[in-house]
Protein backbone atom coordinates (compact mmCIF):
# COMPACT_ATOMS: atom_id res chain seq x y z
CA UNK A 1 0.00 0.00 0.00
CA UNK A 2 1.49 2.91 -0.88
CA UNK A 3 1.40 6.48 1.30
CA UNK A 4 -1.08 9.09 1.34
CA UNK A 5 0.90 11.56 3.91
CA UNK A 6 4.51 12.20 3.95
CA UNK A 7 5.31 14.65 7.05
CA UNK A 8 8.34 16.46 7.36
CA UNK A 9 8.70 16.39 11.17
CA UNK A 10 10.66 19.34 12.30
CA UNK A 11 9.45 21.58 9.59
CA UNK A 12 5.69 20.62 11.45
CA UNK A 13 7.12 20.72 14.99
CA UNK A 14 9.36 23.90 14.62
CA UNK A 15 6.66 26.59 14.41
CA UNK A 16 5.11 25.13 17.87
CA UNK A 17 8.42 24.02 19.60
CA UNK A 18 10.83 27.07 21.16
CA UNK A 19 14.12 25.88 22.47
CA UNK A 20 14.03 28.30 24.96
CA UNK A 21 11.01 26.56 26.53
CA UNK A 22 13.25 23.71 27.31
CA UNK A 23 14.59 22.63 30.87
CA UNK A 24 15.83 19.44 31.04
CA UNK A 25 17.10 18.90 27.21
CA UNK A 26 14.18 16.73 26.10
CA UNK A 27 12.17 19.20 24.29
CA UNK A 28 12.56 17.81 21.03
CA UNK A 29 11.99 14.25 22.13
CA UNK A 30 8.79 15.27 23.04
CA UNK A 31 7.98 17.53 20.42
CA UNK A 32 8.31 14.67 18.08
CA UNK A 33 5.86 12.49 20.17
CA UNK A 34 3.50 15.33 20.50
CA UNK A 35 3.74 15.40 16.74
CA UNK A 36 3.17 11.60 16.06
CA UNK A 37 0.52 11.14 18.92
CA UNK A 38 -1.94 14.39 17.23
CA UNK A 39 -1.56 11.67 13.83
CA UNK A 40 -2.71 8.80 16.09
CA UNK A 41 -5.27 10.80 17.94
CA UNK A 42 -6.69 12.52 14.88
CA UNK A 43 -6.15 9.93 11.52
CA UNK A 44 -8.51 7.02 10.88
CA UNK A 45 -6.67 3.90 11.47
CA UNK A 46 -6.00 3.61 7.38
CA UNK A 47 -4.72 6.96 7.27
CA UNK A 48 -2.47 6.28 9.95
CA UNK A 49 -0.93 3.05 7.89
CA UNK A 50 -0.42 5.15 4.63
CA UNK A 51 1.61 7.80 6.85
CA UNK A 52 5.45 8.41 6.99
CA UNK A 53 6.93 11.58 8.91
CA UNK A 54 10.09 11.72 8.19
CA UNK A 55 12.76 14.02 11.14
CA UNK A 56 16.33 14.95 10.43
CA UNK A 57 18.79 12.89 12.58
CA UNK A 58 22.48 11.63 12.06
CA UNK A 59 21.21 8.80 14.42
CA UNK A 60 17.98 7.94 15.62
CA UNK A 61 16.93 8.69 19.14
CA UNK A 62 19.21 6.22 21.80
CA UNK A 63 17.47 2.68 21.79
CA UNK A 64 15.60 3.45 18.46
CA UNK A 65 16.15 1.86 15.46
CA UNK A 66 15.89 4.62 12.06
CA UNK A 67 12.41 4.03 11.29
CA UNK A 68 9.51 2.60 13.57
CA UNK A 69 5.74 2.23 14.03
CA UNK A 70 3.82 4.26 16.09
CA UNK A 71 -0.08 3.34 16.44
CA UNK A 72 0.29 2.17 12.70
CA UNK A 73 2.20 5.81 11.60
CA UNK A 74 5.49 5.18 10.33
CA UNK A 75 8.63 7.58 11.62
CA UNK A 76 11.79 7.88 10.18
CA UNK A 77 14.77 9.46 10.87
CA UNK A 78 16.89 10.46 8.00
CA UNK A 79 19.96 8.59 8.65
CA UNK A 80 22.75 7.82 6.26
CA UNK A 81 21.10 11.49 4.55
CA UNK A 82 22.41 15.23 5.00
CA UNK A 83 18.71 16.15 5.98
CA UNK A 84 15.32 15.06 5.78
CA UNK A 85 14.93 17.24 2.56
CA UNK A 86 16.84 13.99 0.78
CA UNK A 87 15.02 11.64 2.15
CA UNK A 88 11.84 13.19 1.64
CA UNK A 89 12.96 13.91 -1.80
CA UNK A 90 13.48 10.61 -2.79
CA UNK A 91 10.63 9.20 -0.81
CA UNK A 92 8.59 11.32 -3.20
CA UNK A 93 10.42 10.64 -6.60
CA UNK A 94 10.13 7.01 -6.33
CA UNK A 95 6.10 7.29 -4.62
CA UNK A 96 4.25 4.83 -7.05
CA UNK A 97 1.19 6.84 -7.29
CA UNK A 98 2.32 10.52 -6.95
CA UNK A 99 -1.36 12.25 -7.51
CA UNK A 100 -2.67 10.26 -4.40
CA UNK A 101 0.04 11.36 -2.42
CA UNK A 102 -0.06 14.64 0.39
CA UNK A 103 3.52 16.73 1.58
CA UNK A 104 3.48 18.13 4.36
CA UNK A 105 6.35 20.66 4.57
CA UNK A 106 6.68 24.37 4.21
CA UNK A 107 10.04 23.97 2.74
CA UNK A 108 10.20 25.24 -0.92
CA UNK A 109 12.29 22.67 -2.13
CA UNK A 110 10.42 19.91 -0.78
CA UNK A 111 7.44 21.42 -2.35
CA UNK A 112 9.10 21.85 -5.68
CA UNK A 113 9.82 17.59 -5.57
CA UNK A 114 6.41 17.58 -5.02
CA UNK A 115 4.86 19.50 -7.39
CA UNK A 116 6.86 18.54 -9.86
CA UNK A 117 5.67 14.56 -9.25
CA UNK A 118 2.00 16.00 -8.98
CA UNK A 119 1.83 15.47 -5.26
CA UNK A 120 -0.36 17.09 -3.35
CA UNK A 121 1.66 19.51 -0.85
CA UNK A 122 0.89 21.94 2.00
CA UNK A 123 2.88 24.31 4.27
CA UNK A 124 2.88 22.63 8.05
CA UNK A 125 0.93 25.32 10.22
CA UNK A 126 -2.21 25.79 7.64
CA UNK A 127 -2.26 21.60 7.56
CA UNK A 128 -1.99 20.68 11.16
CA UNK A 129 -4.13 23.48 12.38
CA UNK A 130 -6.72 21.44 9.92
CA UNK A 131 -5.66 18.29 11.65
CA UNK A 132 -6.23 19.68 15.17
CA UNK A 133 -9.44 21.23 14.52
CA UNK A 134 -11.45 17.95 13.16
CA UNK A 135 -10.76 18.69 9.57
CA UNK A 136 -9.12 15.67 8.63
CA UNK A 137 -10.52 15.31 5.14
CA UNK A 138 -9.09 18.72 4.22
CA UNK A 139 -5.64 17.91 5.93
CA UNK A 140 -5.48 15.26 3.78
CA UNK A 141 -7.14 15.41 0.38
CA UNK A 142 -6.02 17.07 -2.71
CA UNK A 143 -6.97 20.96 -1.82
CA UNK A 144 -6.23 24.33 -3.19
CA UNK A 145 -5.07 26.83 -0.97
CA UNK A 146 -3.35 30.07 -2.15
CA UNK A 147 0.07 29.32 -2.93
CA UNK A 148 0.03 25.68 -1.56
CA UNK A 149 -0.42 22.51 -3.76
CA UNK A 150 -2.89 22.21 -6.44
CA UNK A 151 -6.61 21.17 -6.67
CA UNK A 152 -8.26 18.24 -8.65
CA UNK A 153 -8.55 20.88 -12.09
CA UNK A 154 -4.44 21.12 -12.07
CA UNK A 155 -4.31 17.16 -11.36
CA UNK A 156 -6.92 16.43 -14.43
CA UNK A 157 -4.80 18.42 -16.82
CA UNK A 158 -1.40 16.34 -15.59
CA UNK A 159 -2.03 13.01 -14.38
CA UNK A 160 -4.84 11.21 -16.70
CA UNK A 161 -4.43 8.09 -14.54
CA UNK A 162 -6.46 9.78 -11.82
CA UNK A 163 -9.86 11.92 -12.16
CA UNK A 164 -12.17 13.53 -9.91
CA UNK A 165 -14.92 11.12 -9.73
CA UNK A 166 -11.99 8.25 -8.42
CA UNK A 167 -10.59 10.33 -5.95
CA UNK A 168 -14.11 10.94 -4.60
CA UNK A 169 -14.62 7.42 -4.12
CA UNK A 170 -11.31 6.72 -2.79
CA UNK A 171 -12.00 9.63 -0.55
CA UNK A 172 -15.38 8.10 0.82
CA UNK A 173 -13.97 4.08 0.74
CA UNK A 174 -10.78 5.39 3.11
CA UNK A 175 -13.60 7.70 5.35
CA UNK A 176 -12.59 10.80 4.66
Not at 77 to 94: G, H, N, R, T
Not at 107 to 116: G, S
Not at 146 to 157: C, F, L, P
Request: hydrophobic share 40%; charged share 30%.
Amino acid sequence: MSLLLLIDGYNVVAPVAAPSRDRDGRWLQRERMNLVRRLVDHLTDLQKQRTCVVFDAEAPPAGRPSSFMVEGVMVRFAVDYPEADDLLEEMIASHSAPGSLMVVSSDHRVQAAAKRRGCSFSDSQPWLDDLLEGRVASACKSQKRAGQGRGVDDAEKTDPVVNEQQVDAWLKEFGF
